[in-house]
């Protein structure tokens, strides 16, 4: 019993003690957090008051008359214009890549692929900018392009638009046997048919109505991406099957010139009433009748065949987040949308019927693939079109693949 | 050490104590026991319940309030913090100081009532809903909650607490009770097993856990710096514009060189800058939260404290966070730790399985033991508590039955050893209740009888009689024919006592020749009734080994109507009083108490005291009755017989002394004065007779027992001087009946010495014809009964004829004592008997008037013939 007496006991405080031991054992020792401090998003510091200008960076090539409004601005402020090749994407990334980015970007359509999938841009639907009280400028234009690829933030604006178009010689057309009237053609090369064969009348006549072949192709895929916002390619619908048989069809009827007009075989070409019909940005317009004087009269504009609406030269503007003068970048930009365009434009007048595009920064690639295969496969008189887009489609996803699907895995994550 | 000095110091230990309670738990609180994904155990509740039943509620609820106020202050409020302090001031109020109750069943009785429900609507609360696939949220809590209260309870039950100091306690009696320690150890097999299953797991799965985390970092920091090492200059401008695309590569690397897909990730510059992230706009990690290295680049990540945390309930945001390094890049990767539920949760489902099966197995060996152990080792000890008590109030006592051996055989041999101590009992219990030679109830058993007869009263009118019976001449019966027959003879007494009143009364023989019988009187039944009939049936003779012998008895009775204990020793005195009036009235009779008896009772007191002091005053003297010739008309001798004159009471009677003297043990004393006495008497009128005659003195069958009468006797001759020759020594037949070895040594001394040697009351002691042809006496002395009424009487006739001739031829002589006619004389000395005793020839004498009598007249004549 005495033993049990004092058994007790102790094994008591030794349990005690050692539920001490315990606690001391298992105390975990903290530390402070290793990752370094972490800093905002850098923006270079403004320059001085008086050599303060605004960076823009503006593509070389740009039409006459939004040139001269740019150059206009200039009275307001002073600007440093750092001009790129509007193809090349690149100077436009490293210059946003750079320790001292553009207070300013302004840029052509082709570019917003590349772009959309930044993060390094204002969100012009945010405050202090608010870019959708603009949407007024572009009545029915959807603004999906110009929103990043999650469609958060509005990080592109339209300062300019212009529409793709058809230039055709009244004349010749009638002569053909279609309507001169814009609006009566419009509704007639609607269908891809009439289309064809008003180039095989043409062609008969000794006229063509395509500069080269691969301007319908040109038209028809003008202003559109490759995948809509699930991913889904968009380039293999059994309309656009029944399109490209008819730009088939007219390739091998021979309704394509295979001459530039710019060239000089070209613009004898056309003085030579050989072109009936042309596409192009409609601000061309005036430069094709300063390009064939004796038939200025002749030369008009309708919308494109197949029932076709696209944008044609475009102009947005972003603010780079690192920019150091957002606030004046913001003012331009407005000061120009604001600023009445000359001329009502058929841009105003269809935009709300230009197709929805969804560009990637893969859509650069995806062209090039898409392009070079689905014309091979037109152009080829053993292939078919439903093949060439069959193919295009294999083609262009596997290349691109895995980059699109991680892509695409990674929209939808963000979008969340 | 003053007693001011003293409370002092025990204020201060007691404050100390407190404060130290109060650490233990704070430090308790700050370092809990982690388990794995932020389950802890805390002993903080463990120090606040001992407060609790140490210092009383007041300073216990502070206590508990510091404590939280601590961690509110420390932690920030949370869920879990509220549920502790919502235990504890339960628990305290429930078994605080002034409720000692079990803390482990107070605790128990929380958790059920409102600890479980609570913690239920909390954990919903943040979304945890995987109670049956995962009860650890819920079982860690409540397993630490009732294993604090579990230690608790053992630390007040071992240890004594006092505010002053906490020493190991003394256990009452030494006694553990053990339902109790079973309890307790089951309890703490399971707590502490399950507790140390739980942590041991712990740190395996821990250590498991680190080793894969350890492995996977490591591969994919080197794959990921292989790879940052090879990115394309568009890879890092595509980083550094924050490009989705380049968002999408980086994520599939890190997916590429982890094991998940799910993991979180931030590349940093150098500057801290947070380009890309997964999650975007930077996971929780990289601005908050607790990081514990392991080793470098290693480290342990779990966010701030939130509110509605129960312990660290949100550790599904825990994780390990490791680093890689490329082209002034960092990338940090998170391994979350809730991608190593599933394997925690498999080995706690499996801990828990195993525990439940601990718990089960402990429940059912604690059930056994208690079932078949315990259980029946209390009713064991519940069966054989006061087995004394019992077995003397005659209950039946249950023995329980067990299957086990051991515990079978311990049964066995306590029902073996209370079935002997039942026997030896009983046996005690007869002997000490009833007399072992009657087989009545004795004295003891009389009084315990007659005790519980006043306790249990009666009806009013009920008489409760005592009955005192005392054989008349049993005495002369157990000396003349000895102790054998005279027990027979009371067992027969016994039997007939019995079979008279058995079923009517109580009897008992409360020792020697004496019965006493206890009845109710009421209605016809009247105690007279049964005295009498005891009388009547008493007269019939005995048959005792051959002998026949008659035998009455004195009854005195005594009734009562108070029944109350006191009575019991006056109801008997007064039934002992009757009985003698009984006796003294001649025997075969019976006497109702009556008021002067008390007076008899108390003079025969007085008597005893007067006794002791009669020899030193002188009171006693004796008197002597001379024995004639009648044929010469000549004494031969003369009895000396003791005479006790007392100045206050007057002459007192032998018959009224000599018991006194008996029973008193005076009479040794008394018989050796008469003998000196005697002897000195002798002497003198030897000096001066011419015809000296012999003196007689009688012996009492005493003086034989209590010492050598031939060194008394021899003793005494040689101091007086009296020649041996005129010495008569007269003794009963009990004498010689009772003591025949040694008395017939003392006898053949005696009269080897010339000392005469007699018989006196011959007839009355029933001793054998053949045993007296071998005693060396001289004569015998024929008792007056025989003497009476002869010739006249034909039986005393033949019977003194029969002894004459008996004497004649054993040439002894002859003395008829109580001659007290002329015609007895005549008869008597016709039939031979010439030496006669009695009133008819003188009273007892002085020893002057013998002197003048016999022995100056004897001289005169004899001076006369010269």
């Known amino acids: 019993m005495r033993q049990v007496r004092w058994f007790l006991p102790r094994a008591l405080l030794l349990m005690l003690g050692l539920l001490l031991l315990l606690t001391a054992c298992t105390a975990s020792v903290e530390t402070v ?56 994407a690149n100077a436009y990334l490293d210059a946003l890549a750079g320790s001292n980015p553009p207070d ?25 900018y608010g870019g959708f009280s603009y949407n007024h400028v572009f009545p029915g234009l959807s603004l999906d392009a110009y929103k990043s690829l999650d469609g958060r933030r509005l990080m592109a604006f339209p300062l300019r638009l212009s529409a793709l178009v058809t230039f055709y010689r009244a004349d010749l057309v009638e002569k053909a046997g279609y309507p001169k009237d814009p609006e009566s053609l419009g509704d007639r090369l609607a269908d891809p048919e009439e289309w064809v064969k008003l180039g095989t009348a043409a062609k008969a006549n000794g006229q063509w109505i395509q500069e080269k072949k691969t301007d319908s192709l ?63 940005a409609e601000w061309k317009l005036a430069d094709l009748k300063k390009l064939d004087p004796e038939h200025a009269e002749e030369w008009q504009m309708t919308r494109l065949p197949f029932d076709t609406y696209a944008p044609g030269d475009t102009l947005l503007f ?99 | 050490m003053n007693s001011l000095t003293f409370r002092r110091t025990r204020k201060l230990r007691s404050a100390a104590l407190y404060v130290l309670l109060g650490a233990a738990a704070l430090y308790g609180y700050t370092h809990p026991v982690s388990l794995m994904f932020g389950l802890e155990f805390s002993f903080a509740a463990l120090f606040l319940f001992l407060t609790g039943r140490m210092y009383g509620l007041s300073w216990s609820l502070l206590q508990v309030l510091v404590l939280h106020a601590a961690g509110y202050f420390l932690y920030g409020p949370s869920i879990g913090l509220f549920l502790h302090a919502a235990e504890c001031t339960f628990v305290i109020l429930l078994c605080g100081r002034s409720h000692p109750r079990d803390f482990f069943w107070g605790d128990l009785l929380f958790w059920l009532a409102l600890g479980l429900p609570f913690l239920t609507v909390s954990l919903w609360g943040t979304g945890f809903t995987e109670v049956l696939d995962y009860p650890l949220p819920y079982f860690v809590p409540l397993m630490g909650g009732l294993m604090n209260a579990l230690v608790t ?30 309890k307790q150890i089951t309890l703490a097999c399971i707590f502490a097993s399950s507790f140390f299953y739980l942590l041991n797991n712990s740190r395996t799965l821990e250590r498991s856990i680190l080793d894969q985390v350890r492995k996977e970092a490591g591969t994919s920091i080197r794959m990921m710096e292989t790879t940052m090492a090879n990115w394309s200059k568009e890879d890092v401008r595509g980083i550094k514009l924050r490009s989705l695309l380049s968002y999408a590569q980086l994520g599939q690397m890190v997916r590429d060189t982890t094991l998940s897909s799910d993991y979180e990730w931030a590349l940093l510059t150098q500057s801290g800058e947070c380009l890309l992230s997964n999650p975007e706009g930077g996971p929780e990690w990289l601005r908050s939260g607790r990081w514990r290295k392991w080793n470098l680049p290693l480290y342990e990540w779990k966010p701030d404290r939130t509110f509605q945390r129960v312990g660290e309930s949100d550790w599904k945001r825990n994780g390990f966070i490791y680093s890689a390094e490329g082209q002034s890049y960092t990338l940090y990767v998170k ?54 008590l019992r077995l003397k109030s005659r209950t039946k006592i249950e023995w329980p039955q067990s299957r086990i051996e051991e515990v079978y055989s311990l049964i066995g041999n306590f029902r073996s050893v209370t079935e002997k101590l039942s026997d ?168 109702f108490y009556a008021l002067d008896q008390a007076k008899s009772i108390s003079e025969q007191m007085k008597l005893e005291f007067e006794l002791r002091k009669a020899l030193d005053q002188g009171q006693m003297s004796l008197a002597y009755q001379p ?210 005793q009695g009133f008819l020839f003188s009273q007892p004498l002085t020893p002057d008037q013998i002197a003048e009598r016999y022995v100056l007249a004897c001289a005169v004549s004899k001076e006369e013939e010269l």
Not at chain 2, 356 to 366: G, P
Request: glycine fraction near 8%.
């Open chain 2, 424 to 591: 030896m009992l009983q046996d005690s219990w007869q002997m000490a209740h009833y007399d072992a030679l009657t087989g009545l109830p004795n004295r003891r058993h009389f009084t315990e009888h007659l005790r519980s007869r006043l306790k249990k009263g009666g009806g009013s009118d009920a008489h409760l009689a005592v009955l005192f019976i005392d054989l008349d001449r049993f005495k002369q019966i157990n000396d003349t024919l000895g102790h054998g027959i005279g027990d027979d003879l009371l067992c027969q007494v016994a039997e007939r006592l019995d079979n008279e009143l058995g079923e009517e009364a109580f009897i008992a023989r409360l020792g020697g020749d004496e019965f006493v019988v206890v009845m109710e009187c009421h209605g016809e039944r009247l105690p007279s009734d049964a005295a009498d009939r005891l009388l009547e049936k008493l007269n019939h003779p005995f048959l005792v080994d051959g002998h026949e012998l008659f035998v009455s008895a004195s009854i005195g009775i005594s009734l009562t109507t108070i029944r109350e204990e006191w009575e019991l020793d006056d109801l008997l005195k007064k039934a002992d009083s009757a009985m003698y009036d009984a006796k003294g009235s001649g025997g075969n009779a019976y006497s």
């Open chain 2, 627 to 836: 024995i004639y010739h009648s044929g010469s008309g000549q004494i031969v001798s003369v009895e000396a017989l003791l005479r006790w004159n007392h100045p206050e009471l007057g002459s007192i009677p032998p018959s009224k002394f000599i018991p006194v003297a008996e029973s008193s043990g005076l009479i040794k004393t008394l018989g050796e004065w008469v003998i000196r006495e005697a002897c000195k008497q002798a002497r003198v009128w030897a000096s001066t007779s011419t015809a000296p005659f012999r003196v007689a003195v009688n012996l009492s069958p005493s003086q034989f027992r209590q010492g050598s009468v031939y060194r008394l006797v021899k003793q005494v001759l040689e101091e007086t001087g009296l020649p041996p020759e005129l010495l008569e020594l007269e003794i009963t037949e009990a004498v010689v009946v009772n003591h025949v070895g040694k008395v017939m040594e003392e006898l053949k001394s005696l009269r080897q010495l010339g000392v005469q040697v007699w018989i006196d009351d011959f007839g009355t002691g029933y001793s054998s014809l053949g045993m007296l042809k071998t005693l060396p006496v001289d004569g015998f002395k024929i008792d007056q009964s025989f003497v009476r009424g002869i010739p006249e009487d034909s039986d005393n006739l033949s019977i003194v004829r029969t002894v004459l001739a008996l004497a004649e031829s054993g040439e002894w002589r002859v003395i008829a004592e109580g001659v007290e006619t002329r015609t007895e004389s005549e008869a008597l000395t016709r039939l031979g008997c010439m030496e006669q």
């Open chain 2, 153 to 182: 309870e053992l630390l007040v039950t071992y240890l004594t607490l006092s505010r002053g100091r906490i020493r190991l306690r003394r256990i009452p009696h030494g006694k553990i009770r053990f339902s109790r320690l079973l």
């Open chain 1, 33 to 88: 957090n290793p990752i370094p401090s972490l800093s905002p998003t850098t923006k270079p510091s403004a320059p001085p008051e008086g050599d303060r200008k605004l960076r823009i960076m503006v593509p070389k090539e740009l039409p006459p008359a939004w040139q001269e409004e740019l150059q206009a601005m200039e009275e307001q402020q002073p600007i440093e214009w750092l001009r790129v090749d509007s193809a090349d």
């Open chain 2, 335 to 388: 391994i979350p730790l809730v991608k190593f539920s599933p394997m925690a949760r498999g080995m706690y489902m499996a801990s828990m399985k195993s525990f439940l099966i601990v718990v089960l197995m402990l429940s059912l060996f604690a059930y056994l033991v208690h079932n078949f152990f315990l259980k029946t080792i209390g009713q064991l000890a519940a069966s054989t508590e006061n087995i004394p």
């Open chain 1, 104 to 128: 300013l970007l302004l840029f052509g359509a082709s570019l917003l692929g590349e772009l959309r999938g930044l993060n390094v841009l204002e969100d012009l639907s945010s405050l202090p």
């Open chain 1, 218 to 280: 040109d038209f028809l895929m003008a202003g559109q991406g490759f995948f809509d916002g699930d991913g889904t390619f968009v380039r293999s619908t059994r309309e656009l099957i029944t399109q490209l048989d008819a730009v088939q069809r007219a390739y091998q009827a021979g309704t394509a010139a295979e001459w530039d007009i710019g060239s000089w075989v070209g613009r004898n070409a056309l003085h030579q009433s050989r072109f009936a019909m042309l596409y192009g």
């Open chain 1, 318 to 416: 972003a603010i780079p987040s690192r920019g150091s003068q957002s606030e004046q970048a913001w003012a331009f930009a407005t000061a120009m949308l604001e600023r009445k365009e000359k001329g009502e434009s058929y841009a105003r007048q269809w935009a709300s019927r230009f197709p929805p595009s969804w560009p990637t920064p893969l859509d650069r690639k995806a062209e090039k693939l898409w392009r070079a295969t689905v014309s091979t496969y037109l152009f080829d008189e053993s292939k078919t079109s439903t093949q060439a887009v069959a193919t295009g489609y294999a083609r262009t996803i596997a290349e691109l693949n895995p980059d699109l699907g991680r892509l695409f895995e990674q929209i939808r994550r963000s979008s969340r």
